[in-house]
């Protein structure tokens, strides 16, 4: 016999439920099924609420089956479950919620809503919940951001223009290009964090009633955890749901670890992609390197534009030591700056560190950052971090040694001293580098495979020949040995 009550109803359906999922699902039970809340019964149709879209798909994925079965045994075999969703009064549009069906059915309701709640890491920074309040329009949520990593101080250069540019666009007109998502990839301290930051503070200028959060892959885990443990899970989705510019930093973390974590932020990526709300990840890999993520939520990754930050080269890395120095009002010579440059190619973050070693050196011991002091520290530096010689660094020294521009290489000229200095930097970038002869050719004056050749053989010829040549060499090798 049918229960005409729908408490009743629900109250008999939760005990199946219940029973079924037996006490090691006690959490999943109390976490998905107790908060949802009967409404009414319309025939054979009862009505539930449940309290956001993120919940309602949840529910339809991992435990249809269960539902509809419990509910066929209550009302019968055309019983017919329909939900009534919570949605939040902060869009600026008219409010509504919907009533939805296993089915495909929906209808227009009156809204409904919860209670704001804290989401609170102990020792991470507080993010406010104030979306969940009826009504509440303007909400004012730290964005987390630092002053410090600015578009203006990113200095531009072949290795990172493409990902600038990008951020810039995406600045300007968040969450309505073409590159949404925005996928910033490349190894550990070339800049990811500081162009996603960047990409925030500049969207906060240009469009300041935006509501823009930077977090960490870290504390947004740390954050759904909580959120857990507390049983707020659906204020926690709600909160970043809203959310207008959404930037996650190093996204790679995730891999191989909770897969909750991931369905969560999956579920909130497709709100906000189809909100148009702007979505900026970091990660030290291409979505086609990381293993360990959902394939789904990996395929989301793919939609926008995937920007890699590559090893600055030598004129980037000398841009960026002079407006490091520029910003500390520090005066050093050319030949300091050009030193550093040449000798630390690694990443920025290594190369802005042998910088603050060389000035914190000079400070605290008084003495005058000239070559002398930077060639010791450098060279401590270096070693301590195994240098490994570049065809630019291999290039300047041979300049050096010749007492010529290091762009002479590049030029056309037949100049025979010209010639010569292409020519050892070619036989050295062979010796000492794994480059290959073409990638030698083109970045020593654009040359062939052939050329390399040729000129590693004539260098080879002229040191057996000649004693100058072999004296110039044998000079060089040291200078590359120290």
């Keep these: 016999m049918m229960i005409s009550d729908y408490k009743a109803v629900w109250a008999e359906c939760l005990k199946v439920i219940k029973d079924a999922l037996g006490p090691e699902n006690k959490e999943a039970y109390e976490a998905w099924f107790t908060p949802i809340v009967p409404l009414k019964l319309e025939g054979s149709t009862l009505i539930v609420q449940v309290p956001s879209m993120f919940f309602y798909e949840y529910i339809e994925e991992h435990y249809i089956k269960l539902l509809r079965k419990v509910i066929r045994m209550q009302l019968g075999a055309n019983a017919m479950l329909k939900y009534s969703i919570v949605m939040d009064q902060t869009i600026p549009t008219e409010p509504r919620s919907m009533t939805l069906s296993s089915q495909g059915g929906r209808q227009t309701v009156n809204p409904l809503s919860s209670m704001p709640v804290n989401i609170n890491k102990e020792g991470a920074r507080e993010i406010p919940n104030p979306f969940v309040i009826p009504g509440l329009r303007k909400i004012r949520v730290p964005s987390q951001l630092s002053a410090n990593y600015t578009l203006d ?45 960047a990409i925030g503070l500049k969207t906060k200028e240009l469009h300041p009633e935006k509501t823009v959060l930077y977090v960490t892959s870290e504390q947004f885990m740390n954050q759904y955890g909580d959120a857990c443990r507390v049983k707020n899970l659906n204020d926690f989705i709600h909160f970043y749901e809203m959310i207008d510019v959404l930037i996650v930093d190093d996204i790679q973390f995730w891999a191989g670890r909770s897969e909750k974590v991931q369905e969560a932020f999956f579920h909130i990526f497709n709100h906000l992609h189809q909100r148009n709300c702007q979505i900026i990840i970091t990660s030290d890999k291409s979505p086609s390197d990381l293993q360990g993520l959902q394939p789904r939520l990996l395929s989301r990754l793919k939609w926008g534009l995937q920007a890699e930050l590559q090893a600055p080269d030598v004129e980037t890395r000398k841009a960026i030591l002079h407006q490091k120095l520029q910003n500390d009002g520090i005066e050093v010579s050319d030949d300091v700056v050009e030193y ?29 950052i000239t070559m002398d002091l930077t060639r010791e520290l450098i060279n401590k530096y270096v070693q301590s971090s195994q240098r490994e010689i570049t065809i630019e660094y291999i290039q300047k020294v041979v300049c050096d040694h010749l007492d010529l ?12 001293e010209i010639v010569q200095a292409r020519q050892l930097a070619m036989y050295f970038s062979k010796k000492i580098t794994k480059s290959s002869l073409s990638v030698i050719g083109l970045q020593c004056g654009n040359k062939d495979h052939a050329t390399v050749l040729h000129a590693c053989k004539t260098i080879e010829n002229l040191r057996q020949t000649d004693r100058n040549i072999r004296a110039m060499v044998e000079e060089l090798e040291k200078k590359f040995a120290e």
């Design 153 to 197: 101080n990113f200095v531009e250069g072949e290795c990172n223009r493409l990902a600038r540019s990008a951020g810039y666009a995406v600045a300007d007109k968040p969450g309505t290009t073409a590159f949404n998502p925005l996928l910033i990839h490349s190894g550990v301290g070339l800049g990811k964090t500081h162009l996603a930051n």
């Design 340 to 368: 550093i440059a040449y000798n630390i190619n690694s990443n920025v973050r290594e190369l802005e560190g042998a910088l603050i070693s060389l000035m914190a050196q000079s400070s605290l011991n008084h003495k005058q």
């Design 405 to 416: 521009p290091v762009e002479s290489i590049q030029q056309t000229s037949r100049k025979r």
